[in-house]
């Protein structure tokens, strides 16, 4: 069932380090889906880059933690 499930912890990535990183290990974002969890401060604007390639609300799963 999750055959093609990745983690990749970023824990001190800059927005454009991360998403350089998503662009390269998945060349067609838009197929994909993810789960982003951590503050809100950081995954609201992944989160926005992911819609902005395409990514659909549908594809996308946040968790807010505290910081």
Do not use: C
């Amino acid at each position: 069932a999750l055959d093609n499930f990745f983690v990749t912890p970023m824990v001190d990535a800059s927005l454009g380090d991360i998403m350089a990183l998503v662009i390269a290990d998945h060349p067609d974002p838009v197929s994909r889906r993810f789960y982003l969890a951590g503050p809100q401060a950081r995954i609201e604007p992944l989160a926005a880059g992911l819609r902005s390639m395409g990514v659909p609300d549908k594809h996308l799963s946040l968790e807010f933690l505290e910081a």
